[in-house]
């Protein structure tokens, strides 16, 4: 299983980025993936998540109503919008994907079997 992100910058505060997530090996169709960022010296939290298939989409309460992770089966790819940038959302973005999902766990790094490899965003105040 291989996933590669794109879509980082730089951006000035307010702006809007879209990150991309590819992956090979594995369907989203049937297994859960999510968006986990690291800013400089510290650890890698959770972003948002959206189940197998796209039918729920979860976000940590700092991205809620900015950011939107969303789907598109047909190319294996998961997105994250991401709106109203901020200066503390600077950070390397990771995308991953999980082989069992639960809510309940879903923001653990350690649900997550497969990682891209991150992408930088970097906002600009």
């Known amino acids: 299983v291989q996933l590669q992100a794109s879509g980082g910058g730089l951006v000035q505060a307010g702006g809007s980025l879209r990150l991309s997530c590819a992956a090979s090996?594995?369907?989203?169709?049937?297994?859960?993936s999510a968006w986990f960022r690291q800013a400089p010296g510290k650890g890698r939290i959770f972003v948002a998540a959206?189940?197998?298939?796209?039918?729920?989409?979860y976000y940590a309460d700092s991205v809620n109503g900015r950011f939107t992770i969303s789907l598109d089966a047909t190319k294996n790819t998961v997105y994250l919008q991401m709106n109203s940038l901020k200066s503390e959302d600077t950070a390397i973005y990771y995308c991953?994907?999980?082989?069992?999902?639960?809510?309940?766990?879903?923001?653990?790094?350690?649900?997550?079997?497969?990682w891209g490899q991150g992408t930088q965003v970097t906002v600009s105040s």
């Open positions: 991953a994907t999980a082989r069992r999902f639960n809510v309940a766990s879903m923001t653990w790094r350690t649900e997550y079997d497969y």
């Open positions: 090996g594995r369907s989203f169709r049937t297994y859960a």
């Open positions: 959206i189940t197998a298939g796209g039918d729920k989409q």
